[in-house]
């Protein structure tokens, strides 16, 4: 997968994609991550890349050219198939969006600021607006950087099997089981007996009771009919 992201602020993405599992996906050349400086597209003196809106109200807006020239530079380079908004107005992220936005092939992946995008930019450009929750941040960078990590790490090949996904939490409508770890008894604090008893039919069925309680009790929305129980 390729992934074109545009942003005013490419210093935001040193961090979140140079680590671990993300880090691995790029040295096996599973992703490729590009980060267009937007401002390198501003075509005026100041190199301004947003400008008082038309109608008088507070803030500012990004202007339609830079995004525009980056955009089109990008297609006129490759087929892309969605061009992505990230915007509190968008469809709110899930795991079943992000599985099926993990079979793409090649995106770009808009971010925004201040008070917003021009619109013309969503009506002739972008595919598909993308929130990562009902609260406002301050720029589009963050939500894009969780929105590429919950995608890249779908993709087959970017986790091994102790690692994979099928166990995650959401993957099955249902929460993860709790996990625990060496050493077995800490002050007095036991790990569940079941879990060291090596009976794996046991300790599977024990795992689903935990997960069906905890999502019973934490998020019962999540369970539909679909959900053995
Ligand atoms: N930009 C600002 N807030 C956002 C959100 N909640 N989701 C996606 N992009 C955003």
Known sequence: MRIDILTIFPEMFEGPFDHSIIKRAKQKNIVEINIHNIRNFATNKHKNVDDYPFGGDAGMVMMIEPI???IEKLKSEREYDEVIYLSPDGILLDQNIANNCSLYN???VLCGHYKGIDERI???FITKEISIGDYVLSGGELAAAVFCDSIIRLIPGVLNDETSALSDSFQDNLLSPPVYT???DFRGW???????SGNEKLIKQWQMDKSLERTKGRRPGLLNENTVL
Do not use: D, F, M, Q
């Open 182 to 184: 060496r050493p077995a």
């Open 68 to 70: 525009a020239l980056c």
């Open 122 to 124: 969503r009506e002739h």
């Open 190 to 196: 036991k790990v569940p007996e079941v879990l060291l």
């Open 106 to 108: 090649n995106i770009i």
